[in-house]
């Protein structure tokens, strides 16, 4: 039954789930730019960022979805630290309900497991954890922050930004 709706889910959002559970990306055919997180020279994450136009630009361009390949392992705690003092380093309060949807959502991750975030075209975000569905959140505002961490111009990490938004 939840598998129904996981996929009526995806249908509202205009993204569907592939029957293996991977996320499919003929919505977002657009491979925007990728990027690889290190600290010093051990790899954190690589990075991708969809979009359905070859011209992205953010935040004008919805839907898109940024995909993270995990490559050391994290627990969910650390996950909800590291946004937390992103948003502290770029002036962003985050609200209550923001927080307990991320305590709620983040999972503990394994090298190679891949967090998605899919944001619809109204903003609606959707996480996914190895293209299976993890949870949503319909607020503008949440949606915009947590992808400012990667996509805005204040991101504490404006190399990375860059490279991630190239234009491949």
């Not at 998605?116 to 949606?143: K, P, R, T």
């Not at 990667?150 to 938004?165: D, G, H, I, V």
Request: aromatic share 18%; with cysteine.
């Amino acid at each position: 039954m939840n598998k129904i709706y996981i996929f009526l889910f995806a249908l509202l959002v205009g993204f569907s789930v592939a029957a293996e559970g991977e996320v499919d990306h003929k919505e977002l055919p657009f491979l925007v730019g990728e990027a690889n997180l290190n600290f010093f020279f051990w790899p954190v994450y690589e990075e991708k960022l969809f979009s359905n136009t070859k011209s992205f630009s953010y935040p004008e361009s919805v839907p898109f979805m940024l995909e993270l390949k995990y490559r050391r392992i994290f627990s969910s705690q650390h996950l909800y630290e590291e946004t937390l003092r992103q948003w502290e380093a770029m002036d962003i309060t985050p609200e209550e309900s923001w927080l307990g949807f991320l305590e709620e959502i983040f999972p503990d991750v394994t090298k190679n497991d891949v967090i998605s975030m899919y944001v619809s075209s109204d903003w609606h975000c959707a996480f996914y954890l190895n293209g299976q569905f993890i949870g949503s959140l319909n607020e503008l505002n949440f949606s915009k922050a947590f992808s400012a961490i990667w996509l805005s111009e204040k991101s504490t990490r404006p190399e990375f930004r860059n490279k991630l938004m190239e234009r491949i």
